[in-house]
Each structure stands twice: as C-alpha cells, then as structure tokens.
Nanobody, 116 residues
Framework: QVQLVESGGGLVQPGGSLRLSCAAS????????MSWYRQAPGKERELVAV?????NYADSVKGRFTISRDNAKNTVYLQMNRLKPEDTAVYYC????????????WGQGTQVTVSS
C-alpha cells in the first residue's frame, strides 16, 4: 500500500524558513519522480518543485526553495527559505512511478502559513 506522509508545516514569519518532509512507503522510491505541489485558498494546485535525476522549480520559488531526496530513507524534502506571505498554502507531496502502469499518488498535505 502506497503511503506519503508529509510533516514540517506550521506558522512562520515572513523571511523565515521551514523544511517539509515526505516519508514514502509501498513502492520503489529510488525509481520515482517526487514532487511538491501547493494549493492556496481559492486557487488551483500548482507545481512547486520536482526531483528526478535533476531538479526543477516554479519561477516563484527559484532561489528560495530547494528540493532534495534521501533514497536510503525513502524521504523527499523541501527546504523553504525567505518565505513570503504568498507562500501560504497547503503543501502536498506527489509520487509518480511506473509499475505495470503510471501510478500517481498524493499525500494528505501540510499547512504552511507565512504571517507576522
């Protein structure tokens, strides 16, 4: 059974930092494409960062956020620095991998609130 469990969200002041974690199980983590998405109130879910052999970021977070993965721990991280109020959203971990077909799984989400 595939599980993605996010943690690390919370309330932080503008300019602060948070590190999100997503612990994965139930599939071959090292062969997967792992991503972070976010959804702010009233807005559509958007891609924040993705990691395979390389990394890609949304323009709005380039230079501030870093995605990384530890295949030994089956965990993907999102280090968020210089946070802004507009980064406030629910952040979701996503896993895509091929096993007989393309599989696409989501975590439950973790709230990040940037406010003074």
């Amino acid at each position: 059974q595939v599980q993605l469990v996010e943690s690390g969200g919370g309330l932080v002041q503008p300019g602060g930092s948070l590190r999100l974690s997503c612990a994965a199980s139930g599939f071959t983590f090292s062969g997967s494409v792992m991503s972070w998405y976010r959804q702010a109130p009233g807005k559509e879910r958007e891609l924040v960062a993705v990691i395979t052999s390389g990394r890609n970021y949304a323009d709005s977070v380039k230079g501030r956020f870093t995605i990384s993965r530890d295949n030994a721990k089956n965990t993907v991280y999102l280090q968020m620095n210089r946070l802004k109020p507009e980064d406030t959203a629910v952040y979701y971990c996503n896993a895509k991998f091929f096993s007989h077909k393309v599989n696409d799984y989501w975590g439950q989400g973790t709230q990040v609130t940037v406010s003074s």
